[in-house]
């Protein structure tokens, strides 16, 4: 039996994650800040799919949040196969007009939090011979982006830091995937204070449709999904492009919104 830790469980791609995983007969790990939302929803799985479901209400920002998780991560006695680290923030506008502690706490999450529990992850696993950890990163991660500066700085990092590692734990047994999701339809925009409008539906995938993608490159062992013929060709040509043309259309691409 397969137990799969998922941060940011309670909405969106978390979420999605926790639903085609119950369904694949995993048992559960859910962490998020929202307890309400993950035992509704841990209710919902069991009842659905006679798995076990645990609920961590923890807040990744906070050294107390990341502390539990890690000894969630840590603890041999219930040991976790898969560690799915999706828990992440946006934040957009003009960085010099933003504010800083909203900027700062936006690293703590897509970054500090990621590094903390993919080591925790990583040495449980590595130490079993078996396991995978998959990293939620963005395209955004393949591009500078005016107006979402710290948002695909901290993606960048997550994309860099997950290839490096994925290297390293494969030799122990452990596979490392990155996840680089384009437009999705979530509540993650809503909250970052970015709109949809101006962007057609073509450009939009949901987040079912990006947790498929993911499960089936995990399934085959791949080191990168990105979900979507459209993102892949987007970060292809990003990956070749020179930032001063990259950041530019990604900028007119983010007034658009």
């Not at 970054?111 to 590595?126: D, K, P, Y």
């Amino acid at each position: 039996m397969t137990t799969a830790l998922v941060t940011g469980a309670s909405a969106g791609i978390g979420r999605a994650f926790a639903e085609a995983l119950a369904a694949r007969g995993d048992d559960l790990v859910l962490v998020a800040r929202d307890v309400d939302r993950l035992d509704s929803l841990a209710g919902d799985l069991v009842a659905r799919h006679g798995i076990r479901c645990e609920v961590l209400g923890a807040d990744l920002v906070s050294d107390e949040g990341r502390d539990a998780t890690a000894a969630r991560l840590d603890d041999a006695a219930a040991p976790v196969d898969v560690l799915v680290n999706n828990a992440g923030m946006g934040t957009f506008g003009r960085f010099a007009e933003s504010d800083v502690d909203a900027e700062t706490l936006e690293i703590e999450l897509n970054v500090v939090a990621l590094v903390r529990l993919t080591h925790s992850a990583l040495g449980a696993m590595s130490a079993r011979g078996r396991g995978a950890i998959v990293n939620i990163s963005s395209v955004a991660g393949y591009q500078p982006a005016p107006s979402c500066a710290t948002y695909a700085a901290t993606k960048a990092f997550v994309n860099s830091f997950t290839h490096s590692v994925h290297e390293e734990a494969r030799r122990v047994g452990v596979h490392v995937m990155l996840v680089c999701p384009g437009y999705t339809h979530t509540e993650f925009h809503a909250r970052a204070g970015l709109g949809t409008t101006g962007l057609p539906e073509l450009l939009w995938q949901t987040a079912d449709t990006v947790v498929a993608t993911a499960l089936h490159d995990l399934d085959r062992g791949r080191s990168v999904s990105v979900p979507g013929a459209l993102n892949r060709v987007v970060s292809a040509a990003s990956s070749v492009t020179p930032a001063i043309v990259s950041r530019r259309v990604a900028g007119l691409v983010v007034r658009r919104t």
